[in-house]
């Protein structure tokens, strides 16, 4: 049963436009949202996050919206540079109380073409 | 500061074999993570220890096990390797438990034949 959904495997953008990432949950228990990114031969690294009790996060070219009545989130890259190629990794936090470990969606491999 | 760092990187083992894993936190950090990464699966959560206790558990068999040190250093072992295993295994530490944000090592291929 997956909790998070990442229902795009991959995503091809030409650079310069924007790329959305979008991922889906089905815990209504998650307050806390964040995004990794990961390039083959690393660990993912941490990107951006927003709390539940927000609607939108930005930070320089990566903005966060989430939606939760439609417990949907995404990701929004602009402008894409082809060094934003990498797999994209939706994660999930439960509020205190609930279970807290991080659960992850499958990832989106993102290409940006140059 | 030094980052999260996995040995050994790469493995290879045959079934019915068992594994370790090492991770070696971030220093200062005393939460470490473990997760499963395989093709169309994304990063499943094993287990989270702090304090050198289990405090959360993923939903994978007994075969996997994990133990903390005092030093915040912990091992992942895998029993009765079958190839269903073969996997990324991925360590991440944090400053405590169930904090928001983590940091990830690179990670230890390990595949079974």
Known sequence: DQQVKQNSP???????????????????????????KKYPAEGPTFLISISSIKDKNEDGRFTVFLNKSAKHLSL???????????VYFCGAK???????????????????LP | KAGVTQTPRYLIKTRGQQVTLSCSP??????????????????????????????????????????????????????????????????ASSLAQAYNEQFFGPGTRLTVL
């Open chain 1, 76 to 86: 929004h890259i602009v402008p894409s540079q082809p060094g934003d190629s990498a």
């Open chain 2, 26 to 91: 971030i220093s200062g950090h005393r939460s470490v993570s473990w997760y499963q990464q395989t093709p169309g699966q994304g990063l499943q959560f094993l287990f989270e220890y702090f304090s050198e206790t289990q405090r959360n558990k993923g939903n994978f068999p007994g075969r996997f096990s994990g133990r903390q040190f005092s030093n915040s250093r912990s091992e992942m072992n895998v029993s009765t390797l079958e190839l269903g295993d073969s996997a990324l295994y991925l360590c």
């Open chain 1, 10 to 36: 991959s995503l091809s953008v030409q650079e310069g436009r924007i790329s959305i990432l979008n991922c889906d949950y089905t815990n209504s228990m998650f307050d806390y949202f964040l995004w990794y």
């Open chain 1, 94 to 112: 439960g509020a205190p109380g609930s279970a807290r470990q991080l659960t992850f969606g499958s990832g989106t491999q993102l290409t940006v």
